[in-house]
């Protein structure tokens, strides 16, 4: 059977075909095809900057929709290590980024059916909060923000798993919504309700927070 | 809700639009209107930047343990010709067919889906897939044996708009979706649904 080369020309989306990748997200593609065309022919290590570019975006969504850092890492080097072994089965009809997301949220979708989570998403809500204070930060306002930050990571672990899902990939990850479409299989006006949503029930849940230095 | 405020929360409103919709509400609307927008700003800050110690090289530990990937069986399927039609349609499609064809040890293969595909090893049951769907230009089956993937299985596009393609699965039960043009559509002949929890059903095979 013949292996399959990947086109260079961009995939939809991304920019036209005789044009040079010029943002970050063309370069990250670009290197992650080139990566993808050297796995397979045979190069495994090659796949390791691919989990450079990617590996961070994984475990913090993974720990998102899971509700928990432990299984959110778990998941996340079990999706890329699938994304390696189904390389085969890439397609050159869209970014790798999003076809690795897919995997991911597949993979956090059978966790959460599997009924592997047991507890109350309250209290189980062990999700690392990233922490960049910075320099110089006034002490004070930077503690409420972190509690802030908290009780509102705790929240979003309480949302329905098809809000939190929604919600974490156009809030936390900042991902458009035709490219949330792509990755979860869900239309468009659909996740625009359950975003909505998914921001009504954060904002009722966390009540004195959101006002303007917290509490 | 208001669809501006939607847009504004959505960062699809331009600054000066966003800027002249909240000085046209009244106080306590507009205050409303900007602790949702705090909410939103504060979710970004959820995001980590970076991955835990040692995550890079545990991935890749897992990966020098798999075999190397090698090109989809799907590849010798036929490329869907395209139709001038959208995928509307495509809902309305009726499914004709899903058959498991338990390959067999020894005698020639007795119907045409058995004898697609080379030998499988035992244990492994070839499925043929089938859907009615005459307008699609583009019809895949995701499912849990191939990472839930649109495009991972295309279907291959025969007379009358009927799409059909072979999967080989191990036994046991499996639940996969038809995707046509885009859109995730549970198979309507599957005798057995079940609820994904996310707002759709997908249809079970069991071999």
């Given at each position: ?49 691919v989990v450079?570019r990617h590996g961070?975006r994984l ?38 980024r999003?076809?690795i ?115 | ?207």
């Amino acid at each position: 059977m013949p292996r399959r080369h990947l086109s260079a020309v961009p995939p939809p989306g991304l920019a036209a075909a005789e044009a040079a990748p010029r943002t970050r997200e063309e370069l990250d593609e670009a290197a992650d095809r080139e990566a993808v065309r050297r796995v397979l022919d045979g190069d495994a290590e090659a796949f390791a900057p691919v989990v450079r570019r990617h590996g961070a975006r994984l475990v913090s969504l993974c720990a998102r929709l899971t509700g928990s850092q432990a299984v959110g890492e778990e998941l996340a080097q079990e999706s890329l290590a699938r994304a390696y072994a189904g390389l085969g089965h890439f397609r050159d009809d869209g970014p790798v980024r999003l076809w690795i997301l897919r995997i991911a949220v597949n993979a956090c979708r059978d966790w959460l059916k599997a009924g592997a989570r047991r507890e109350r998403p309250e209290a189980q809500a062990e999700v690392d909060e990233p922490t960049r204070a910075a320099p110089g930060a006034d002490p004070q306002r930077e503690v409420a923000g972190r509690l802030a930050l908290s009780a509102l990571s705790r929240a979003v672990a309480a949302l329905p798993p098809a809000y939190r899902e929604a919600f974490t990939l156009f809030h936390v990850e900042g991902l458009p919504y035709q490219e949330i479409r792509a990755v979860t299989g869900v239309r468009v006006n659909a996740l625009k309700v359950r975003v909505h949503r998914a921001r009504e029930q954060l904002r009722r849940s966390l009540g004195d927070w959101l006002d303007e230095d917290g509490r | 809700m208001d669809p501006t405020l939607q847009r504004l929360l959505d960062g699809a409103l331009p600054a000066e639009e966003a800027e002249a919709f909240l000085a046209s509400l009244d106080a306590p609307a507009r205050a409303e209107a900007q602790r949702l927008q705090r909410l939103a700003r504060s979710a970004r800050a959820l995001a980590a930047p970076t991955p835990p110690p040692g995550f890079t090289e545990a991935v890749m530990a897992r990966v020098r343990a798999r075999p190397a990937p090698r090109p989809s069986l799907w590849t010798w399927l036929r490329t869907p010709r395209f139709s001038p039609l959208g995928a509307a349609a495509a809902a309305g499609a009726a499914a004709l067919l899903v058959v498991a064809l338990p390959l067999r040890q020894a005698g020639p293969p007795a119907t045409p889906a058995a004898a697609a595909p080379s030998a499988a090893a035992p244990g492994v049951v070839v499925t043929r897939l089938s859907l009615r769907a005459p307008q699609a230009r583009r019809v895949a089956v995701a499912g849990d044996f191939n990472g839930w993937s649109p495009e991972a299985a295309p279907l291959a596009r025969g007379p009358g708009g009927a799409w059909t393609g072979e999967l080989r699965l191990p036994r046991g039960r499996h639940q996969y979706m038809f995707v046509v043009d885009g859109e995730w559509v549970t198979d309507p002949a599957a005798p057995v649904t079940l609820d994904d929890g996310f707002g759709h059903r997908n249809a079970v095979l069991d071999l």
